[in-house]
């Protein structure tokens, strides 16, 4: 809890550009967050505004957290399923204790700004009813610009 509570604190006091911490979510639990977002200037998502939730186990920062998008407006990415799931390494297999919560938004800003075209993943309709609740039990293959499950 205290690298948790450390993170917390770094990020109301440096968040990564376009990003803000709702306050009120973390008033009753350290282990759920909501991050405001803005999409960044120059890019396809420039003034849209969404929502991250991370959640985190007892076991962080050793046991990745669980991110999505939640909300009313969820991105329309070749990465992000309409359910808010995202598909990138660093949530899953590539995880590291080194990472924090700063990295993750930084690499989530990263993966929408250089985002060309606005369409969901192609097996969104499928993936979307038949998925867990919880994005890290999906076994993600990450193969080039292509995802496989």
């Given amino acids: 809890m205290k690298r948790l509570q450390k993170e917390l604190l770094a990020l109301q006091s440096d968040p990564p550009p376009g990003m803000k911490l709702n306050e009120k979510s973390v ?5 759920e967050w909501f991050i405001d977002m803005e999409g960044a200037p120059g890019t396809l998502y420039e003034g849209e505004k969404f929502q991250l939730l ?5 076991r ?8 999505m998008f939640t909300g009313e407006n969820i991105p329309i990415h070749p990465h992000v399923y ?3 799931h995202i598909c990138l390494s660093i949530l899953t297999e590539d995880w590291s204790p080194a990472l924090s919560v700063q990295s993750v938004c930084l690499s989530i800003i990263s993966m929408l700004s250089s985002c060309k ?14 998925c867990n609740k919880n994005p890290k039990k999906t076994k993600w293959w ?3 610009m292509f995802l496989l499950k």
């Fill in 27 to 31: 008033q009753n639990t350290i282990t």
């Fill in 54 to 58: 991370f959640k985190f186990s007892s």
């Fill in 60 to 67: 962080y920062p050793f046991d990745s957290p669980q991110v």
């Fill in 82 to 84: 309409s359910n808010g």
């Fill in 117 to 130: 075209e606005k369409q969901r993943p192609p097996d969104n309709s499928f993936y979307v009813k038949t």
């Fill in 142 to 144: 990450y193969h080039e």
